[in-house]
Structures are given as structure tokens and as C-alpha cells.
């Protein structure tokens, strides 16, 4: 159930933390003879590594399931980001424009949008820090690209991670939104501050039916 912060910096390859980068997998051909096994380092097995993820989303589960049980779920001791986020993700190359980030997002109403670098995650982005970012020119940077800009700060995270926890650290780095990331390393769907929002307002209307 971690959480990440990534600098604010170029996108240039990936920005996404060690911990959700692809992990290399070894030979693991049966019947045949494999290389001497290394003492000092040693690749994980493709099914070493699903093993791993899956362990610890079922432990996270076990841990706070029958606490969550019969509760609200704004007022759960877990509530997994997976149950709040957004699975609708819109990227653009780093190749492209600052026009280019701003007119996408209009196009599709959204106010957050993924900057890749050859199809590497490499920054999240929202509409108020392009807009800020333009105001601080002297010239017209709607023609700059992105590549060249360096992009603000960014938070990723799992999908079994607590939502609760996630909601603190988004205040601590006076965020909106968090990237998840699945366990192949790649963008799963993201989380806003509206997300927070609409669970709570949720909650709040059936508490005045009741």
C-alpha cells in the first residue's frame, strides 16, 4: 500500500519510483540447464514477482476487512483507492504543446492530464498549473513544448492503497490528484479531489434520507 512522490523535472523517460518500473524476469525454461545461480544478485520470476503483489493486496485485505464490514465507506479503517478512482485516463506526448495539454483536456472535460515519454509515464498534470505556469511568462508559451518545461510534482500510487492515507498526503503536498499505478507498472486510473468529494456527499445525502 505505498505511495510515491515524484520531483518536479523534465519528462524525460520515466518518472514514475523504482518500485513500479518493470522488474527484469530470468530464464526460467524447465528442463533445461540454467545459468549458475548468483549469490549476489538474482532476477525475479515472473511468477515470484505476481506472487509478491498479490500477497500483499490479500494481506491488506485481511488485515481490514472484517473492521470495514457494515460501515460506511467514507468512514472505513481501509478503503482501497481501487473503490474511488477513475479508470479514464487522458496522455499526450512530450513531444506536444502546451496548447496542444490544454486543448485535450478540453475536449474531453477533464482537468487532469498523463505526459508521456516514449510510452513511459512521465509526469500528471492539471489545468491550473498550466494556466498558472503561462500567466508567469513574459512571452506566449502556449506554443512551448513540454519536453522543454519542467513539469511539477506528482503523486503515484496502488490500487489496494488506503484512500484515507492517500487523502492526507495529497493535503501534506498540496496536491489534487494522484496517478495509480497497477502492478505491471502501468497508469490504472486516477484519483481527484473530487473523487473525495462526490464519497462524501454520497454519504451525506443518505445520512439525511435516514
Request: net charge negative; charged share 20%; glycine share 6%.
Amino acid at each position: 500500500m505505498s505511495i510515491f512522490v515524484s520531483e518536479p523535472g523534465r519528462p524525460v523517460g520515466t518518472r514514475l519510483p523504482e518500485a513500479f518500473r518493470g522488474r527484469r524476469v530470468g530464464d526460467v525454461t524447465e528442463l533445461t540447464e540454467s545459468h549458475p545461480i548468483s549469490t549476489s544478485h538474482s532476477d525475479a520470476t515472473d511468477a515470484e514477482f505476481q506472487q509478491a503483489a498479490q500477497s500483499g493486496r490479500h494481506r491488506a485485505l485481511e488485515e481490514y476487512g472484517e473492521a470495514a464490514a457494515g460501515e460506511p465507506k467514507e468512514q472505513r479503517p481501509y478503503l482501497p483507492v481501487s473503490r474511488i478512482c477513475s479508470p479514464t485516463l487522458y496522455s499526450l506526448a512530450a513531444s506536444a504543446t502546451v496548447s496542444d495539454a490544454l486543448t485535450t483536456m478540453d475536449e474531453h472535460g477533464v482537468q487532469h492530464i498523463v505526459i508521456t515519454a516514449d510510452n513511459n509515464v512521465a509526469g500528471l498534470v492539471d489545468r491550473r498549473w498550466f494556466l498558472a505556469w503561462l500567466h508567469k511568462q513574459q512571452v506566449s508559451g502556449l506554443n512551448q513544448s513540454l519536453v522543454h518545461i519542467e513539469l511539477p510534482a506528482f503523486l503515484t500510487t496502488s490500487p489496494e492503497t488506503d484512500a484515507h492515507q492517500l487523502a492526507r498526503l495529497l493535503l501534506a503536498h498540496q496536491l489534487n490528484a494522484a496517478l495509480v499505478i497497477d502492478s505491471s507498472g502501468q497508469p490504472a486510473g486516477i484519483v481527484t479531489s473530487t473523487d473525495y468529494l462526490r464519497l462524501y456527499a454520497s454519504a451525506g445525502r443518505h445520512e439525511g434520507i435516514v
